[in-house]
């Protein structure tokens, strides 16, 4: 996620939302292990994960280290192709990117122990 759009109309207003969170596509835990591993990372405050049409995704928030104090790009006519490529209004600020957030590892628990459950 990220691309805080300079003069953008849909940027306006916007605590760039798409420079302060880096997501990382990850397997879906297939083992205990795993399971546990995954658990940890969530203890961090600064990680989440969540799901999104059966992908799932490393949430690390974080700002961007070339977005100013007033949330702009600071490198805007040099970003990245990958910010390039995101574009406004299809962001997280105008719609849920995701199907499931775990934000700790009581949430992985539960959302486990519900899909046993439904079994
Ligand atoms: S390079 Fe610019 S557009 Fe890309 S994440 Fe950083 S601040 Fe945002
Ligand atoms: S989240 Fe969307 S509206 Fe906000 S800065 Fe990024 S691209 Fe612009």
């Not at 990850?26 to 049409?53: C, H, M, R």
Request: glycine share 6%.
């Amino acid at each position: 996620m990220t691309g805080k759009i300079k003069n953008n109309k849909y940027c306006r207003g916007c605590p760039a939302i798409c420079c302060t969170n880096l997501s990382m596509g990850i397997g879906k835990p297939a083992n205990p292990k795993e399971v546990e591993d995954l658990k940890w990372q969530l203890q961090f405050d600064t990680v989440k994960v969540y799901i999104s049409k059966n992908r799932w995704y490393q949430l690390v928030e974080g700002r961007c280290i070339y977005l100013s104090e007033d949330n702009f790009c600071t490198i805007y006519d040099h970003r990245p192709k990958k910010c390039r490529d995101h574009n406004p209004p299809n962001c997280e600020r105008f719609g849920k990117y995701y199907d499931v957030m775990l934000e700790n590892p009581k949430d992985l628990e539960k959302y486990f122990a519900k899909k046993k459950r439904k079994k």
